[in-house]
């Protein structure tokens, strides 16, 4: 009897492996090769799933923001929580504390480069930019007691809120950025007290 493969099961577990190949080696020094030595497997048996590097990236890419979503929408149901917590939480869920959020991080800068010279890899891109600046509008709209947006498209009705909500989502990128370049400065402490002092200043 042939043995059935779970082919997206062994898609994720390339998608991990290429993470911590991000986290240990960087950016420069991930490759087919690298990924597929992480993983356990030959270069040609990766490229079975994978036949460029970029699809490797779009597929973690896009595995990235599956997982992230999960993580918000949670915090967004989260009714228990007072709002400014809630929105903390949110900002943090965006940013690389840890392990798992600082390799989806390094994913997401790797990739926003290389879709540079791919159109193709365009809409994985803005999925991400979009749902960034929609949670950005969620925290901006709990904080002041306003409607939240429903669609990713939604523009917060009240000109200050959408501009705080833009602001923020800057912040977010930058903050992100600067912890991958410089993670003995801009530590998860760091990142905690920026985001709490952003918040903060709204009220």
Do not use: K, N
Not at 30 to 37: D, E, G, L, N, Q
Request: proline share 4%; with cysteine.
């Amino acid at each position: 009897m042939p043995r059935i493969v779970d082919h997206d099961a062994r898609r994720r577990e390339l998608a991990a492996a290429l993470w911590r190949v991000l986290r240990t080696h960087g950016v420069d020094d991930t490759s087919v090769r690298t990924v597929a030595a992480e993983a356990g497997w030959s270069a040609g048996a990766l490229r079975h799933y994978f036949s460029t590097q970029d699809e490797l990236f779009g597929f973690a890419l896009q595995l990235m923001i599956e997982q992230t979503s999960a993580r918000v929408r949670a915090h967004v149901a989260d009714d228990r929580t007072d709002p400014f917590a809630r929105g903390v939480r949110l900002v943090e869920e965006l940013l690389p504390l840890d392990e798992t959020r600082r390799g989806e991080c390094l994913v997401w800068v790797a990739f926003a480069d290389r879709s540079r010279l791919d159109p193709d890899l365009g809409h994985v891109r803005q999925a991400g930019w979009d749902g960034t600046r929609h949670v950005a509008r969620i925290v901006a709209a709990d904080l002041a007691g306003a409607p939240r947006p429903h669609g990713l498209a939604d523009v917060l009705d009240d000109p200050v809120l959408e501009s705080r909500a833009r602001r923020l989502h800057v912040l977010i990128d930058g903050w992100a950025v600067q912890a991958i370049s410089y993670p003995g400065i801009v530590t998860p402490e760091v990142l905690h007290d920026e985001v709490v002092a952003e918040l903060a200043s709204w009220t």
